[in-house]
């Protein structure tokens, strides 16, 4: 049996079209564990009606306080029944085949985890998910051609990394799960572990990217909050300036002329904004949850 395990933090909006893409999988022996993490707005609500509306039999719906989605993964894994755990978030939505395809190396005993590639942008009509998406490239220092408007990782990206979407749960539970760190939390079991996640070939799902301007602040406030940003003063100190507006002007004015988007240049502001925000407030009152 396979568990997927979904952490939830205010997803009323995106919530009901995961779980029915989970629902309609071809692989059948698995069960649904959403957690909720804390929700402020109907999430959980919107949950309990979805299964009843999606006839889903097998999904159980757990709560905690506002933890992060690491802790909520964690409690997930704690009620699994599954022998393989997958991981997934309530802004994606999952081809029919993507969980066969998806644990389809670890069945043939080939790794105790893995990871898919086949990741496509979900709401790629959307001007600011697809400047979203631009951005991702750019700080990870991919090239940016046609590919930024429909995949969320490159066709080039490497067959191992160290988030896993799947892995065996006795490998798991033998590390205790994730720390809860915040942001970069599912590194952390790559870390436990020791070794990184091997691709899962055909595994297709679709992510949805923040498609509003407070959306992108909220996210890029999550973002800016990772111990790569804000985990030392040193880090602090020299991500306040690359963050700083004029430094974003600059940035968005560039990627602007080179691929004709003049909305780039308003996304990168606000973007920036919202992650300096996060790395000034770090100096006063650390946080890596809310």
């Given amino acids: 049996m396979v568990s997927v395990i979904i952490p939830v933090y ?14 309609k999988q071809s692989y059948r022996s698995l069960e649904i564990i959403v957690v909720d993490d804390g929700s402020t707005d109907s999430s959980k609500v919107k949950i309990q009606k979805s299964k009843v509306q999606l006839k889903i039999k097998n999904l159980k719906i757990l709560s905690q306080p506002h933890s992060g989605p690491g802790a909520a993964r964690n409690l997930g894994a704690k009620y699994a029944n599954g022998n393989i755990l997958v991981f997934v978030d309530a802004d994606m939505v999952f081809d029919e085949n993507f969980i066969r395809d998806l644990i ?11 990871f898919s590639k086949e990741e496509y942008l979900l709401n790629r009509d959307n001007i600011w998910a ?17 590919e930024v408007y429909e995949r969320i990782l490159p ?44 691709v899962a070939i055909g ?45 974003s002007l600059l940035q968005g004015i560039r990627v602007c002329i080179k ?16 992650v300096w925000c996060s790395i000034f407030e770090s100096f006063f009152h650390p946080s890596i949850i809310k």
Avoid at 104 to 114: D, F, L, M, V
Avoid at 259 to 274: E, T
């Fill in 259 to 274: 691929l004709k988007l003049s909305h780039f240049i308003l996304f990168k502001i606000v973007y920036d904004f919202g």
């Fill in 155 to 198: 066709t080039y990206y490497p067959d191992h990394q160290s988030v896993f979407r799947a892995i065996v749960k006795k490998e798991f539970d033998r590390v205790c799960g994730f720390d809860n760190i915040g942001y970069t939390d599912d590194w952390t079991l790559a870390r436990k572990l020791c070794m990184e996640a091997q």
């Fill in 203 to 247: 595994a297709i799902f679709y992510h949805r990217n923040p498609q509003t301007l407070m959306e992108i602040f909220h996210q890029a406030r999550w973002i800016g909050k990772n111990e790569f940003l804000s985990g030392t003063s040193v880090r602090r100190i020299f991500n306040l300036f690359r963050y700083c507006i004029p430094s």
């Fill in 104 to 114: 389809a190396p670890i069945e043939q005993h080939k790794t105790i985890g893995t």
């Fill in 130 to 146: 697809i400047c979203w998406n631009i951005n991702r490239y750019i700080i990870n220092g991919w090239r940016l051609n046609r």
């Fill in 10 to 23: 205010n997803e009323v909006k995106t919530i009901f079209d995961c779980l029915a893409s989970i629902s």
